[in-house]
């Protein structure tokens, strides 16, 4: 059968892919090592959710393969794959759903870490607006559920590593060049300039509110007097 080289993956759609790789990376360190490190870990969750958020809008108003409507693993599509009749391009069911497991987490992450708080000197943006007891709350689940996301990533790239030696598709090139080669398929379209900038605002303003700059500032500690003598 014959190949042909068609565009899947969209510039928007990659450098998002490979910038949360970064980042993931980042915050993993960084909550690792702790200390002064914490103050970059807070900043590299914001740009998590500006991430998170411009893939959200991106999922809707992306091009075609990008749009989470053309790989939601319906129990259709999950059927069709394990019976071996999956023909179509992008994210295959399982991976969709290795895909949205993955978001779903890290939104959950960056949720309960803009709350957090570590007892000694760093407190999330919104720490404030959520309060010691539920912070302590929010934090014991986000030390948790890193143990999940540690599994799901280890799980994500045995699933790419099993495509490129068992099933011999690379799933590495298309998401650095966006063009890959496949029999009778029709190349992404859509995702113009005018959705790029929607995206891109929706996630400016999403930073902007979890970064709790719109939040008055805490009043100021209380004055002690002394006594003159």
């Excluded at 999956?86 to 987490?105: D, I, Q, R, T, Y």
Aim: proline share 7%; glycine share 10%.
């Amino acid at each position: 059968m014959s190949l042909q080289k068609i565009r899947i993956w969209d510039l928007p759609t990659r450098v998002f892919h490979w910038s949360l790789v970064v980042l993931v990376v980042a915050l993993i360190v960084s909550g690792k090592i702790g200390g002064n490190f914490m103050d970059w870990h807070g900043k590299f969750g914001l740009a998590v959710v500006g991430l998170l958020c411009f893939r959200l809008v991106w999922g809707v108003l992306g091009s075609t393969y990008a749009r989470f409507a053309s790989f939601f693993p319906t129990p259709a599509r999950l059927r069709a794959y394990l019976r071996g009749e999956w023909k179509e391009p992008g994210h295959n069911p399982l991976g969709a759903l290795s895909v949205f497991a993955l978001l779903g987490l890290l939104g959950l992450q960056v949720a309960t870490g803009l709350a957090s708080n570590d007892d000694i000197a760093f407190r999330g943006p919104l720490f404030e607006l959520a309060g010691k007891a539920l912070s302590d709350r929010l934090t014991g689940i986000h030390k948790l559920s890193i143990n999940v996301l540690f599994a799901l990533i280890v799980l994500h790239i045995a699933a790419i590593l099993f495509y490129v030696h068992v099933r011999k598709d690379n799933l590495f090139k298309p998401m650095i060049t966006g063009w890959k080669q496949l029999p009778q398929a029709r190349p992404a379209s859509g995702g113009g300039i005018t959705a790029f900038v929607i995206a891109l605002t929706l996630a400016a303003a999403a930073v902007h509110g979890a970064s709790g700059a719109w939040l008055p500032p805490p009043p100021p500690p209380a004055t002690i007097q002394t006594p003159a003598w």
